[in-house]
């Protein structure tokens, strides 16, 4: 597996979040999922409805892990009640797509780990990952055992 290098511009972000230990966002993750997609219409200026985000923050100290599902939005005109907005800064990431069953992403994860380690490229352990989810799959919409799901992560880099 190899990554692609790009740029991405600061974004202004609003949706759910759910912060936990690495079980419990196997257990509410797809149910924090569902509750997004119902409310998703309730959010105003979003950029590209069919283009969602999965933000992750990882607090190593404690084990624990925050997770934002979100869309890209103009401005902050208005955050609706339950949700959060924010702004990630324009950051340089490696850019790799996961592509097939979902069961299968930790093997893609582990590839792309090592592609990142053999590379001159460092991660930031401190800015947020993103993984970028489109048409292509929708997680608690399409089927996870799916061949053709496929979605964008991306890692950050110093």
Do not use: C
């Amino acid at each position: 597996m190899e990554g692609t290098i790009v740029h991405v511009p600061q974004k202004h972000l609003i949706g759910l979040s759910f912060s936990g230990s690495f079980p419990m966002l196997v257990e509410y993750m797809p149910k924090l999922w569902e509750t997004f997609l119902k409310r998703q219409d309730e959010i105003p200026l979003v950029i590209s409805p069919d283009v969602r985000y999965d933000i992750s923050a990882e607090n190593r100290t404690y084990q624990m892990y925050t997770e934002y599902i979100v869309v890209e939005v103009e401005r902050f005109e208005h955050i609706p009640e339950g949700m959060v907005g924010f702004t990630i800064p324009a950051k340089t990431y490696a850019r790799f797509t996961h592509t097939g069953p979902m069961e299968q992403v930790q093997n893609t994860y582990h590839s792309l780990f090592g592609w990142l380690n053999a590379s001159d490229h460092q991660v930031d352990e401190y800015a947020l990952r993103m993984e970028r989810y489109d048409q292509r799959y929708v997680p608690s919409v399409h089927e996870s055992a799916r061949v053709e799901n496929a979605y964008e992560i991306l890692i950050p880099l110093r």
